[in-house]
């Protein structure tokens, strides 16, 4: 059974590097799916960030590409997203989640249980 | 970037009543490349449909997808306690790959 898990800090000050990594298990995240990250905002809808595939291509949201940073471990099968200058509006519940398979446009499936990380002084 | 129009906002419905949500996209989306994702307060989003009409696993048969030209339809024949929820499609045609809104769908 594939599981993901988020960890990281849950709040950052405003101007520094959001950074969070997630863990696979019962999957290897090197046979063929690409692996992304979404967020939510408190009591909004949902927003792709980014996606990697093990071989370290990566395809990232355009409106956040020039601060984000997705990475992968795959001798720890995980993978990690760093966020950086980051403001209050990047409040949010991040998810990591398995994504289409040798093909960077798929669903999400499945997701981690998310990781709620809040931008204040 | 394709938009995707979620309607109605809000649903309010009884169980065993039929439901039926909307979701327009703003360009041709190939049937292919549209999926439905439920979530419950406090979870995480959970895979319902991909491929417009392709039920994810363990979903049950009272759960269906269709499409024509642009608008998308999931359609929840007789509904049930969980199914209250919120819910959200998702094209994964051409990057950046977007949600729509969602939809609240609340019990009557």
């Known amino acids: 059974q594939v599981q993901l898990q988020e960890s990281g800090p849950g709040l950052v000050k405003p101007s520094e590097t959001l950074s969070l990594t997630c863990a696979v298990s019962g999957f290897s995240i090197s046979t063929g799916h690409y692996w992304g990250w979404i967020r939510q905002p408190p009591g909004k809808g949902l927003e792709w960030i980014g996606s990697?595939?093990?071989?370290?291509?990566?395809y990232y949201n355009p409106s956040l590409k020039s601060r984000i940073t997705v990475s992968v471990d795959t001798s720890k099968n995980q993978f990690s997203l760093k966020l950086h200058s980051v403001t209050a509006a990047d409040t949010a519940v991040y998810y990591c989640?398995?994504?289409?398979?040798?093909?960077?446009?798929?669903?999400?499936?499945?997701w981690g249980q998310g990781i709620l990380v809040t931008v204040s002084s | 970037e394709i938009v995707l129009t979620q309607s109605p906002g809000t649903l309010s419905l009884s169980p065993g009543e039929r439901a039926t949500l909307s979701c327009r996209a703003s360009q041709s989306v190939s049937s292919r490349y549209l999926a439905w994702y439920q979530q419950k307060v406090g979870q995480a989003p959970r895979l319902i449909m991909y491929?417009?009409?392709t039920r994810a696993t363990g979903i049950p048969d009272r759960f269906s997808g269709s499409e024509s030209g642009t608008d998308f339809t999931l359609t929840i024949s007789r509904l049930e306690p969980e199914d209250f929820a919120v819910y959200y499609c998702q094209q994964y045609a051409t990057s950046p790959w977007t949600f729509g809104q969602g939809t609240k769908l609340e019990i009557k």
């Open positions: 990697l595939y093990h071989s370290g291509n990566t």
């Open positions: 989640a398995r994504g289409g398979y040798a093909n960077p446009g798929g669903w999400f499936d499945p």
């Open positions: 491929g417009t009409s």
